[in-house]
């Protein structure tokens, strides 16, 4: 991305130039390197994973400038078509060349979201057939990938920017030793933005957010339903909006819980653009919202996994996302007694397309959330056998004595 004519970015910041600019009706396509920029190969070690530069992600493509967008409108986004680069058509050795990865991030990366329990890194390789995937490294599972962009929004205005900034290190300064921080301030190093340059750049480059955590502008939402077909409605903060996108994924669980933990890969995104005029006062639109598309692959027979707001005997009072963890875990837990390593359920319950709720959220004192994982992405029954139902009982033949 570095060394392209028109270079992406990889922060937020209102000053980087659009690459393009489209009007409001039209269709374009948009090419995305996978969001570390070809770090992660196609390997069966993890070194990579645990050694990645992560001051080089996410890398964006754009930004688009819309005509006759303003502050205040909102931005309509239709996500018309996405998919890997095929083999042939991207340098063999990226990510969405005909494949793509899952990845658990080891503890000194951040790590995912059950770092405790597993702080080593580890990786899968995906394969593509078309609208599936399949894995080397997980053996007996194949299923249709719900493709969407991680990552897309407008640029923040210089005023969001500055308040992005001001609530991120007061949240950082609440424990200021903490390894890793509790968000990640603006790191110049290896910051792209675009075509700036000189003192323009280097002023910018030490404010410009990290792409990381999701905000107001929606950024790295990581919802696997804005997939093909549908439709989003994002905020307008500068004149021509500045849309960005990338971070492709190919297939993710709800909550993409080992951290680089989609399918990712690059690939090409097609989208069409529209403008709501004073849409977000009208609205009363703080975040993005949006309209599904048509085409998701429907499962309909789940095995459903719980959770409780409990961890290690400690009860953490009406705690969603302890709740949760609990439930990844209890599901991680039963996949390792049909054969799988506890690595590979991780990685699967990340990258597969299962289903995850909030569901009691006011019986004091527990949380309580589930998992749906489809049962038709493994290629044997997951579910307990019937034969094991004590009532199960066939009856005896009348035989002669
Ligand atoms: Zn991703």
């Given at each position: 991305?570095?060394?392209q004519d028109h ?7 209102p000053?980087i130039p ?7 009706g039209?269709?374009f ?9 070809g770090?992660i190969l196609?390997?069966d ?10 001051s ?5 493509s754009?930004p688009?400038a819309?005509?006759?967008a303003?502050?205040?409108?909102i931005?309509?986004v239709d ?5 890997p ?5 991207a340098?063999?050795g ?9 990845g658990?991030?080891a503890?000194?990366?951040?790590g995912?979201?059950?770092?405790d329990?597993f ?5 899968a ?9 399949t894995s080397?490294?997980?053996?007996g599972v194949?299923f249709?990938g719900?493709g ?6 407008c640029?923040?205005?210089?005023e969001?920017?500055a308040?992005?900034n001001r609530r991120?290190?007061?949240l ?7 390894i890793?921080p ?12 675009g075509?700036?340059s ?5 002023k ?19 919802i ?10 994002l ?8 849309l960005?996108?990338g ?9 993409e819980?080992s ?7 690059g690939?090409w995104i097609?989208f069409?653009v529209?403008l ?14 949006f309209?599904?598309g ?10 459903c ?5 409990v961890?290690?005997?400690?009860n953490y009072y009406?705690d969603a996302?302890?709740?949760?963890r609990q439930?990844?875990?209890n ?6 007694k049909?054969?799988y390593t506890?690595?590979?359920a991780?990685?699967l319950?990340?990258a597969a397309p ?11 004192p527990?949380?309580?959330a589930?998992i749906?994982?489809?049962?038709a992405?493994?290629d044997?029954?997951i579910?307990?056998?019937s ?6 009982d066939?009856?005896s033949?009348?035989t002669?004595?």
């Open positions: 991305m570095f060394d270079p992406g970015h990889n922060r937020w910041h000053d659009a690459a393009a600019t489209v009007k409001p039209e269709d396509r948009m090419d995305c390197r996978e969001w570390t920029d770090q196609n390997t070690d993890a070194n990579d994973v645990r050694d990645v530069d992560l080089i992600n996410h890398v964006l754009g688009v819309i005509e006759g303003e502050p205040g409108d931005l309509v996500v018309l078509d996405l998919g680069h095929l083999p042939g058509t340098p063999d990226l990510a969405g060349a005909g494949w793509g990865y899952t658990i991030f503890k000194e990366n951040g995912g979201f059950l770092t329990y702080p080593g890194a580890h990786k390789i995906w394969d593509f057939h078309g609208i599936y995937a080397r490294h997980i053996p194949r249709a719900i969407h962009p991680g990552l897309f929004g640029a923040p205005s210089h969001l920017l308040e992005w991120e290190q007061a950082i300064d609440t424990d200021p030793e903490r890793p509790l968000a990640l301030p603006p790191n110049p190093d290896n910051a792209l933005l075509t700036m000189g003192a323009e750049y280097e910018a480059a030490s404010e410009a957010t990290r792409t990381v955590p999701p905000r107001d502008h929606g950024g790295n939402m990581d696997k339903n804005l997939s093909r077909g549908c439709r989003a409605y905020p307008v903060y500068v004149d021509g909006a500045k960005s996108v971070d492709l994924h190919f297939s993710q669980g709800d909550g819980i951290f680089c933990g989609a399918i990712e890969m690939g097609e069409g529209d709501i005029k004073g849409g977000m006062a009208k609205y009363g639109m703080k975040t993005p919202f309209k599904p048509p085409i998701e692959p429907r499962y309909s027979e789940f095995l996994f719980t959770g409780i707001s961890e290690d005997g400690v009406m996302t302890v709740a949760y439930a990844a875990l599901a991680i837990t039963y996949l390792s049909l054969g506890e690595e590979q991780y990685l319950l990340s299962i289903e995850a709720r909030y569901s009691g959220m006011v019986d004091i527990n949380a309580c589930s749906y994982i489809p049962t992405i493994f044997f029954d579910s307990p056998s034969e094991e139902l004590v009532s199960r066939l009856g033949q009348a002669t004595t």
